[in-house]
C-alpha cells in the first residue's frame, strides 16, 4: 500500500487555492488514487467489525513527542459503546502516537495502519501501578508491584490487535537503565498483556524496545500470527511471548530477536502456581525463526508450577540462539510438564541442542513446598538439524525424581571442531532413540516404540479456526 504518502497533501492544496480547482483537482487525482475517496485495506481476522473511528476523530498531532493518551483513551471509550453491536474498530493513522498504557475493550479491533507508530510513554508517573498476577505472588526483576502494560485488557472476548506490518515502539532504554542500576522496585511494563479473555488475535505487528513483550494469561482461544519482534540481545527479560496459563492457543510466522527466550511457555511460580491451579495447554508453535545468543527458541518453564501439557511444535530454525526446546524447572516447583512433541527443527550455531534441567534455584518467597517435585514426562523430538553445536545435550533429571520417555528420532548434529568432550550429558533421564548422530548416552539408547516416535497428530480445535477477509476503509479526508 504506498497511498498513505499523499493523504497530507490534499488538505494542503486546499487551503491555497480556490474550491473550484481543488474540486478538479480532487476528481483527477481520485482517479489516480482511490485512496483520496475511499481507501480500503484488506487483512485476515477472527471477526471483521460494523463500525470505525479514526484516531485522528480525537486527536490530529501526531508528531511523537505530544502525548495522544487522551485520544486512545476517549476513541476506545467511545467505541465501547457501539461493540456489542457486530464490533467495532479504532484505526491509527501514519503518524507518531506517544501515549501510556490505554486498556481495550471487547469486540474491538485495533488496526495500526502502514507508516503509524504507537511509543511508549517513558514518564514513570504516567504508568500505573496494578497487582502482581496471583499465580506468581511477584514477579522475577522486582519484589513490589508491576507497572500496567501498554497495551492492556482483561476480561474481555473477541479482541483483534493487527496492523499493515507497522510498530509499536517501547521507547525502553530508559526502563533498561533503570534496571541495570538497580533503581527499579517494580516490574516493567510488558507491551501488551491479555488476562482472563477469550478469542484474541494479535497479528502482523513490529514491536521493538521493550522488556517483555506480549503476555497473554488465565485466557482461551488465542491466535498470534506475523509478529516480528525485536529487542537488543544484550539486555535481559526480553522475552518475545509468554504464553501463561491458557489453553487452545496458535502461534506462527513470527521472527524474534531477544535478549531472553523468544518464547516463554509459563504456568505460575510455585505455591502459588500450584495453588492457582490453571495449566497451560493445547498449544501449538509454528514456524518461529529466533536468534538468542543467551536464552532459548522455546522454554517450557521455569515457572511451570500450574503445569504445562500437550504443546506442539513445528518449523522451528534457530540461529546463534543458546538452546532449541527447553525445559526449565526446579526441585520444588511441582506441577508437570508433558506431552511435547518437537517437530523439524534447524539450528545453527547453538550450544545445547537438547537441554532439560532443573536450573533454577529462586523462589518467589520462602514458603515454597520442599517436597513438591515437577513431573517431566512423554518429551519427543524429531527431525533436527544441528550444525555449528558446542555442548550438544544437558539432560539432567532429579535425584529420586527421573524425567521420563524422553524420545528422540531422526536427529543429526554437526558438533563445531573446538567442542568439548562430554557430549550426551544424560544424569536421571529415561527414554528412547532412534537415527541419531552422534550416537545417544545409554539412558537414551533403547529403540524408540516407533520410528520418528508416537507424534499425535490430531488437530487442535484452534488450528481449525479460519480467519475472515476483512477490510477497513481509511478515508484521509473528511
Ligand atoms: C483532525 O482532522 C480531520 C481532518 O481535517 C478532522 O475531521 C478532525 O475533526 C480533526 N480532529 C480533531 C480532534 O480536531
Ligand atoms: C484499565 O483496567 C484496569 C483493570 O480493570 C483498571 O484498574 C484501570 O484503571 C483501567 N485503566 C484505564 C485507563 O481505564
Ligand atoms: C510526567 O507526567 C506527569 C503526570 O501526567 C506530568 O505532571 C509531568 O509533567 C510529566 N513529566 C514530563 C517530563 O513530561
Ligand atoms: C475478571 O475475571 C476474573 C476471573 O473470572 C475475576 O476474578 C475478576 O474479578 C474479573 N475482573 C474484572 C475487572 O471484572
Ligand atoms: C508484511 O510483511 C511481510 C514480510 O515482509 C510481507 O510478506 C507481508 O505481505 C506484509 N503484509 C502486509 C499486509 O503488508
Ligand atoms: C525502592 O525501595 C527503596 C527501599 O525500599 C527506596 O529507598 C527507594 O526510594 C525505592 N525506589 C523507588 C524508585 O521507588
Ligand atoms: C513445515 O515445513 C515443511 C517443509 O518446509 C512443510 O512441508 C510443512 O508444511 C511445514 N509445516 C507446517 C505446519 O506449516
Ligand atoms: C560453521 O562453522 C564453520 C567452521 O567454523 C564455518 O565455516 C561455517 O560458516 C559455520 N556455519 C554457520 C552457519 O555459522
Not at 498531532?61 to 505530544?66: A, P
Not at 497495551?151 to 496492523?163: A, M, S
Not at 558446542?390 to 571442531?417: E, R, W
Request: glycine content about 6%; proline content about 4%; some cysteine.
Amino acid at each position: 500500500m504506498e497511498a498513505e504518502e499523499t493523504s497530507s497533501e490534499p488538505s494542503v492544496i486546499a487551503m491555497r487555492i480556490s474550491t473550484m480547482i481543488v474540486l478538479v483537482n480532487l476528481a483527477t487525482m481520485d482517479a489516480m488514487n482511490p485512496r483520496l475517496s475511499s481507501n480500503s485495506v484488506e487483512f485476515q481476522a477472527i471477526n471483521c467489525r460494523k463500525y470505525l473511528t479514526l484516531l485522528t476523530e480525537f486527536d490530529n498531532v501526531s508528531d511523537g513527542v505530544t502525548s495522544n493518551t487522551h485520544a486512545f483513551r476517549q476513541a476506545i471509550e467511545h467505541l465501547s459503546t457501539l461493540a456489542a453491536d457486530d464490533g467495532a474498530q479504532l484505526v491509527v493513522p501514519p503518524g507518531k502516537w506517544l501515549t501510556r498504557s490505554f486498556n481495550l475493550t471487547s469486540h474491538f479491533t485495533l488496526f495500526i495502519e502502514k507508516e503509524a507508530t504507537i511509543l511508549a510513554s517513558h514518564n514513570e508517573s504516567e504508568w500505573p501501578l496494578v497487582k502482581v498476577l496471583p499465580s506468581y505472588g511477584r514477579r522475577r526483576d522486582a519484589r513490589g508491584g508491576r507497572y500496567n502494560s501498554l497495551v492492556f485488557g482483561t476480561n474481555l472476548t473477541n479482541v483483534v490487535i493487527t496492523c499493515n506490518n507497522d510498530t509499536i515502539d517501547g521507547q525502553r532504554s530508559y526502563w533498561w537503565d533503570k534496571f541495570h542500576k538497580g533503581e527499579l522496585n517494580v516490574t516493567r511494563p510488558y507491551m501488551i498483556k491479555i488476562m482472563y479473555s477469550d478469542q484474541i488475535q494479535i497479528s502482523d505487528l513490529t514491536l521493538i524496545n521493550s522488556p517483555w513483550f506480549v503476555h497473554p494469561v488465565y485466557s482461551r482461544n488465542v491466535i498470534i500470527q506475523g509478529l516480528t519482534i525485536l529487542a537488543p540481545v544484550t539486555v535481559p527479560n526480553t522475552d518475545g511471548i509468554d504464553p501463561d496459563s491458557y489453553s487452545n492457543t496458535r502461534i506462527e510466522d513470527c521472527y524474534i530477536v531477544s535478549g531472553d527466550d523468544c518464547i516463554a511457555i509459563k504456568s505460575g511460580w510455585d505455591e502459588y502456581g500450584i495453588k492457582f491451579g490453571m495449566l497451560i495447554e493445547d498449544l501449538v508453535i509454528r514456524h518461529l525463526t529466533c536468534i538468542s545468543p543467551d536464552s532459548a527458541s522455546i522454554a517450557l518453564g521455569s515457572e511451570m508450577s500450574g503445569e504445562i501439557r500437550n504443546v506442539r511444535i513445528e518449523n522451528v530454525t534457530a540461529i546463534n540462539t543458546e538452546s532449541a526446546v527447553r525445559i526449565k524447572t526446579a526441585r520444588e516447583r511441582g506441577g508437570f510438564v508433558k506431552d511435547i512433541f518437537v517437530q523439524r527443527m534447524f539450528l545453527s550455531m547453538m550450544k545445547y541442542v537438547f537441554w532439560i534441567a532443573e536450573d533454577y534455584k529462586d523462589h518467589a518467597n520462602d514458603k515454597f513446598d520442599p517436597s513438591a517435585l515437577p513431573e517431566i514426562k512423554n518429551i519427543n523430538y524429531r527431525d533436527v538439524v544441528a550444525e555449528n553445536v558446542t555442548m550438544l545435550t544437558n539432560l539432567a533429571g532429579i535425584s529420586g525424581d527421573s524425567f521420563t520417555d524422553i524420545c528422540v528420532s531422526n536427529v543429526k548434529i554437526g558438533l563445531l571442531k573446538k567442542s568439548k568432550k562430554l557430549q550426551w550429558n544424560c544424569i536421571e533421564i529415561e527414554g528412547f532413540s532412534s537415527d541419531v548422530d552422534p550416537p545417544p548416552c545409554a539412558s537414551l539408547a533403547k529403540a524408540a516404540k516407533s520410528i520418528g516416535g508416537d507424534f499425535r497428530e490430531d488437530p487442535l480445535l484452534i488450528e481449525n479456526v479460519q480467519l475472515k477477509s476483512c477490510s477497513v476503509e481509511i478515508s484521509p479526508l473528511s
